[in-house]
């Protein structure tokens, strides 16, 4: 599949059919675990982590043996570099058929954090279990995914502008609309985007509850996804350069991606 494809025929697997991943499709993912790069320069690292050997589940899950963990060393901008490499991880196991999704809550975190061996420099945000999709989901995945409203988006005017905060873009570019679909903790969507010319200044929209203080911000998380979506589409390169536009209240610049 293209990558346009890819991003938009995705979708959170919760219930599996119980097969184990074929060596060859583990293998596949390794070798792809093991090249992922993010704009940041951070290394992020994947660990497969056994659900029988370590006890590992989750309330929300069915049907799963293997998880995988990601985990970042703390400090600037590890969230954003974190949510790039595990999308790229994410997309690539959905080209092999293979299902995941993002769980960041409805774990036992001290229970994975100890079958990953998480140092205490490191955050490990996000696993995801991996296998392939059952062709029946089970009744709490349906009820999850309807709680969340998982199948619908906010409309394109409410998150992409031209020039300022106060003129919607008009054109509906597939590089945005990418970046409508991406997955965010809650379907809560805090990607916002200006375009100026060639640049597309990413901002996060801070939603209720959000906390400066917390040990990390899973906000910020989404906005790396979101970086992911946008550059798998439009290219470019990414750098930070606040562009000194004046912000709604609780909006944060993010970085910039240009584009030739």
Known sequence: ?????????????????????????????????????????????????????HGLSSPVIQGE???????VQKGEHCEEAFGYSFEQLVLYAWSLGIGTTWIGGTMNRELFEKAAKVQDNELMPIVTPVGYPSGEKSEVDVKLRNHVHGDERLPAEELFFEGDFSTSLRDREDCLETVRWAPTAANMQPCRIVKCGNRYHLYEKHMPGYRPDA???????????????????AGGTC???????????GTEYIATVRVQ
Not at 15 to 24: K, Q, V
Request: aromatic letters at 8%.
């Open 1 to 53: 599949m293209k990558p346009m494809e890819l991003i938009l025929t995705r979708k959170s697997v919760r219930t599996f059919d119980g097969r184990n991943l074929s060596a060859e499709d583990r293998e596949k993912l390794q070798a792809y675990m093991a090249n992922i790069r993010n704009p940041y320069g951070i290394p992020v690292k994947f660990v497969w982590l056994d659900a029988g050997e």
């Open 65 to 71: 043996h293997l998880y995988i963990a990601g985990k």
């Open 215 to 233: 040990l990390w911000d899973v906000q910020k998380i989404d906005m790396g996804i979101a970086l992911c979506h946008l550059m798998s589409i």
């Open 239 to 249: 750098e930070i350069a606040d562009p000194g536009i004046a912000v709604p209240e």
